[in-house]
């Protein structure tokens, strides 16, 4: 879980912590305005990790084929505003707050859907893309250099681990 301590203040939330430090270091802005808001990006695809948790956490295999058509509909709207967006980021030419939130959750439907119900959700390999803005999208972002340095984000068993954890299963 992320954790910032600065100045006496405490905050655990990821998009608390960018925005807090965007407004503490507005050198680079993350905020700026593209083709679309990050807040309105935001705001569109809040229900997604929502369903990706309902998903991952239930046993049940009866609710699978109702959580998997929920998560769809929210990688779908997904797919449609990044289609519509000019650029290789989510709200247009540059990275904005929007990238920098959905990403780790993009990361986590990736590793935990295939392990926990053996389901392929991006074609990151050349084959045939389910949502091919999304799956582009989610390809380009993995392989930024930002992403990838290791200091970035959870390995996969610590991903798995979280949430089998959230399963209940350790």
């Known amino acids: 879980m992320p954790c910032l301590v600065h100045n006496g203040i405490s905050m655990i939330d990821s998009l608390a912590i960018a925005e807090y430090l965007e407004?503490?270091?507005p050198y680079a802005s993350l905020t700026r305005q593209g083709a679309t808001s990050y807040q309105e990006v935001i705001e569109k695809t809040s229900g997604f990790f929502p369903s990706l948790s309902a998903l991952i956490k239930?046993?049940?295999p009866a609710l699978d084929e109702s959580l998997f058509q929920t998560l769809n509909a929210e990688l779908d709207?997904?797919?449609t505003i990044i289609?519509?967006?000019p650029g290789k980021f989510v709200c247009g030419v540059e990275i904005t707050l929007a990238d920098l939130y959905l990403l780790p959750q993009l990361y986590h439907a990736l590793v935990t859907v295939e392990h926990f119900k053996g389901?392929?959700?991006f074609h990151l390999d050349g084959?045939?893309?389910t949502r091919p803005a999304l799956d582009n999208y989610v390809?380009?972002?993995l392989d930024l250099e930002e992403f990838n340095n290791k200091k970035c984000y959870y390995s996969v068993d610590q991903v798995i681990y979280g949430w089998k954890s959230a399963r209940?299963?350790?």
Do not use: H
């Open 119 to 121: 389901v392929e959700m």
């Open 139 to 141: 390809a380009r972002m």
């Open 168 to 170: 209940g299963e350790v």
């Open 83 to 85: 289609s519509s967006t």
């Open 77 to 79: 709207t997904l797919d």
């Open 23 to 25: 407004k503490t270091f």
């Open 127 to 129: 084959s045939e893309p």
């Open 58 to 60: 239930n046993k049940d």
